[in-house]
C-alpha cells in the first residue's frame, strides 16, 4: 500500500487511518514524532513504549518495535531497555496522568538518575482513556468528572508543571521542552532535539506537549483551539527550559 | 447539611457502580478515596457528586497504592473510610491491604473486577478472586463477599462497614464489571430505619487526652524483631479469624439436597448457575448449586452438607480455576470428582451451563 505523501515513513500505513477521536491531538504529536524519526533516520533502532492512556492505542503504530507497558510504568521499561541495550534509541510516550500521577516517582528517579531515554508526555489536561476524570494537569476552577463543581486548588493542589520539576532536578546535560499541538514545526524540532540528546549520550530527554481532547473537554472545533492556545498556553508556558550545553563549549 | 441520604425505602432503576456511592451514603461513609480505573469510574463520578451535599469528603489520589494507604490513615483517624477500584489497581491496592491484614485496620474495598492478566479489558471477569482473597505477602485474614445483584451491591457494602468495623478485619466487596455498568432495580432503604444499627467507628489514634498523660498512647507497628514475636502476632491474628469466621460465612443453595450434580459459582454467575438448575430440574436431572457469598471465610461446612448426596462437582467460573482451587482446598478430603467450566474474562450464561451439563453426559 502506498503511502501518503504527508504520511511519516516510519508510520505503519497497515494500522491508518488511527484509532484516536476526531480532533484528538495525539495523532498530531505522533506524526511529528514520525518525522523526527524519519529525518534522523533511526527506525531500525528505536524501541517505542506506550502507556495506558489514549496513548495505548499507539501499541501499532509505527514500523518500530513497541511496547504497550502499564499505567505510569513506561518510564521504568524503557529504562530497563536502555540501560541492556543503551545502542537502542528508547522512547517513552505517555499521558499526563500517567506520568505526573501514578509515574510520577519513575519520572523523578529516571530525571534525577538522568536515565538515557526520551519521555514524551501528552498534557491534554484530563484522564482521556478513563472518561474524563481530573488529571494532574487539569486548569484551576476546570469542571471534570471528578471535580463536577469545578477544580479547587485550595483542596487539590494547582495543576503540574511537569517541564519544570524534571528541570529543576536534572544536570546541565538534560534537555526539558514544553511544546504544542498549535505549533507542530516547534513541537518537532524539540521532540528532534530531545532524540538527539539521547543519541548524544548526554542525559535524560523529555518534551511535554499541550494536547487536545475535544472528547473529554466537550468542545467544538474552534473552542478546541481557543482552550490550548489560551487558557492551556497561559499556565503552561511553551518554550526550552533546558538545553544541554554543547559539548565543543566545554 | 442536608439530612439523611436515603430516607424509607424506595425503588431504583441504576447501574450497580451508582449503587455503591449511594449504599456508601446511606451507611454514612464520610471520606472516599479513589484513582479512576474502568469499570469503577462512575462510583467516584457519583460520590463526588453528592458527596459534598451531604458533607462527605473525597480525595483523588495520584493512583492506587496511595488510595489504599489514605484509605489505611483515614480508618486509623477513626472515619468510616473506603475506597473502589479494578484489575490492576487492585494489584497495587495489595500492598496497604497486607498492612491492614497485619494492623487490624477495618478499611472497605469495593473491587469490580476486570479482565486480566495485565490491562486485560476494561469489561467484566472473576480473575481477581486468589487476589482479593489472598493477596499480599499475608495469610488472608480478610473478608470477602461476593456479590451477585444490585440489590445485593447496596446490602453488602453497607455490611461490609459493619463487618470490617466489629471484628477489625479488612473487607471487600467483589462485584466486576457487568454489575458494575448495568441497570437494575433495587430497593435502596435507610439502614436504620430497618434497624441495622451502623457499628461505631473508633479513633484508633488521634484521641482526644494527652497520650502519656489522659491516656496510654498507641504505638502501632507492623514490624517485628524474632521469629518468635511475629509468630505470636500472626498467631493472635488467625486465632481472632477462625474464632469470628463462622459468623461472617454466607451462602445460599438451590436444590442440593438430592443433587447428584452440584454447580459452585459466585457473584453474578451464581444468575446463570441458578437458571441452569432449574432448567435441567424441568428436565428431571438431579441438579443442585451450592454459592459461597463469602469467599473469605469460606462457608467450608455449608459447602460439606451440600454436597452430601453428590456424585460429581462442577466448579462455574470466569476465571481459569480461581474459585475452583478455594473449593478443592476447603472439601479436601472428599472423593467427589471436581470438574470446572472455566471462561476467563467471559460471561457465562444458564444455557451454556446447560448445554455443558447434557453434553457431558
Ligand atoms: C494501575 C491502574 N490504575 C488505573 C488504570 C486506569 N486508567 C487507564 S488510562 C488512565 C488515565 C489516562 O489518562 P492519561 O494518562 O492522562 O492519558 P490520556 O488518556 O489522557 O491520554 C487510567 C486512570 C489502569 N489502567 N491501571
Ligand atoms: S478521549 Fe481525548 S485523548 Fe483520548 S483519543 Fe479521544 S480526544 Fe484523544
Ligand atoms: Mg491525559
Known amino acids: 500500500m502506498a503511502l501518503a505523501p504527508n504520511m511519516p515513513k516510519s508510520w505503519r500505513a ?188 548526554t542525559g535524560f530527554s523529555f518534551v511535554e506537549a499541550l494536547s487536545l481532547c475535544p472528547t473529554n473537554w466537550r468542545t467544538n472545533a474552534k473552542e478546541t483551539w481557543g482552550f490550548v492556545e489560551k487558557e492551556m498556553s497561559q499556565f503552561f508556558k511553551v518554550g526550552e527550559i533546558k538545553v544541554p550545553e554543547s559539548k565543543e563549549g566545554k | 447539611m442536608a439530612d439523611k441520604p436515603v430516607k424509607g425505602e424506595k425503588r431504583f432503576f441504576v447501574t ?175 439502614p436504620e430505619e430497618r434497624g441495622i444499627q451502623m457499628v461505631p467507628t473508633e479513633k484508633i489514634v488521634g484521641a482526644s487526652g494527652v497520650p502519656g498523660v489522659d491516656r496510654e498512647p498507641k504505638h502501632l507497628r507492623n514490624t517485628y524483631n524474632t521469629e518468635e514475636e511475629l509468630y505470636k502476632v500472626v498467631g493472635d491474628l488467625a486465632k481472632h479469624y477462625w474464632q469470628v469466621a463462622p459468623e461472617i460465612e454466607e451462602y445460599e443453595e438451590f436444590d442440593c439436597a438430592d443433587a447428584e450434580t452440584v454447580i459452585v459459582a459466585h457473584g453474578v454467575v451464581t444468575r446463570a448457575a441458578q437458571g441452569a438448575v432449574k432448567e435441567l430440574r424441568e428436565q428431571g436431572k438431579k441438579v443442585g448449586h451450592f454459592r459461597p457469598i463469602t469467599l473469605r471465610p469460606f462457608p467450608k461446612k455449608a459447602m460439606e452438607k451440600a454436597i452430601q448426596k453428590a456424585k460429581e462437582i462442577l466448579v462455574v467460573e470466569s476465571a481459569e480455576g480461581q474459585l475452583a482451587k478455594i473449593v478443592k482446598a476447603e472439601i479436601y478430603g472428599s472423593d467427589i470428582p471436581i470438574t470446572g467450566y472455566f471462561r476467563p474474562g467471559m460471561g457465562i450464561t444458564a444455557e451454556e451451563i446447560v448445554e455443558y451439563i447434557l453434553n457431558k453426559g
Request: net charge neutral.
Open chain 1, 14 to 201: 497497515e494500522t491508518k487511518p488511527h484509532k484516536f477521536c476526531p480532533g484528538c491531538g495525539h495523532g498530531l504529536v505522533l506524526k511529528a514524532l514520525g518525522e523526527c524519526i524519519d529525518e534522523l533516520n533511526i527506525q531500525d533502532r528505536v524501541v517505542f513504549g506506550c502507556d495506558i492512556g489514549c496513548s495505548l492505542l499507539s501499541w501499532d503504530f509505527f514500523n518500530v518495535d513497541s511496547i504497550q507497558t502499564h499505567h505510569g510504568r513506561t518510564t521504568p521499561v524503557l529504562t530497563g531497555v536502555k540501560r541492556a541495550r543503551p545502542d537502542r534509541i528508547c522512547i517513552a510516550y505517555m499521558g499526563d496522568g500517567g506520568g505526573y500521577a501514578i509515574g510520577s516517582q519513575h519520572l523523578v528517579n529516571a530525571a534525577s538518575r538522568n536515565e538515557k531515554i526520551t519521555v514524551i508526555l501528552v498534557n491534554n489536561c484530563v484522564y482521556g482513556m478513563t472518561g474524563g476524570q481530573m488529571a494532574p494537569t487539569t486548569l484551576p476552577g476546570m469542571k471534570t468528572e471528578t471535580s463536577p463543581y469545578g477544580r479547587d486548588v485550595e483542596l487539590t493542589g494547582n495543576p503540574t508543571r511537569g517541564p519544570e520539576m524534571v528541570a529543576a532536578i536534572t544536570p546541565p546535560s538534560a534537555y526539558v521542552a514544553r511544546g504544542t499541538v498549535a505549533n507542530l514545526r516547534q513541537l518537532k524540532k524539540m521532540i528532534k532535539k530531545a532524540l538527539e540528546t539521547q543519541m548524544n549520550g
Open chain 2, 16 to 190: 450497580g457502580n451508582e449503587v455503591v456511592a449511594w449504599a456508601a451514603l446511606a451507611a454514612n461513609a464520610e471520606i472516599m478515596y479513589g484513582y479512576p480505573i474502568t469499570p469503577q469510574n462512575e462510583v467516584m463520578h457519583y460520590w463526588t457528586r453528592l458527596a459534598p451535599k451531604y458533607g462527605r469528603r473525597f480525595l483523588q489520589t495520584e493512583d492506587e497504592i496511595s488510595a489504599g494507604f489514605t484509605t489505611v490513615g483515614g480508618v486509623l483517624s477513626g472515619a468510616r473510610a473506603f475506597t473502589a477500584t479494578a484489575g490492576p489497581g487492585n494489584t497495587l491496592m495489595q500492598e496497604s491491604m497486607s498492612m491492614a491484614e497485619m494492623m487490624q485496620i477495618p478499611t472497605v474495598v469495593v473491587v469490580q473486577q476486570r479482565g486480566g492478566p495485565s490491562t486485560g479489558t476494561v469489561i467484566y471477569s472473576q480473575q481477581e478472586v486468589t487476589m482479593t482473597c489472598f493477596g499480599g505477602n499475608g495469610e488472608g485474614f480478610r473478608v470477602v463477599y461476593s456479590t451477585g445483584s444490585h440489590q445485593e451491591l447496596y446490602d453488602y457494602v453497607i455490611k461490609a462497614f459493619n463487618t470490617a468495623w466489629k471484628y477489625r478485619i479488612p473487607t471487600f466487596v467483589l462485584g466486576d464489571g457487568y454489575q458494575a455498568k448495568m441497570r437494575e432495580s433495587l430497593i435502596m432503604y435507610d
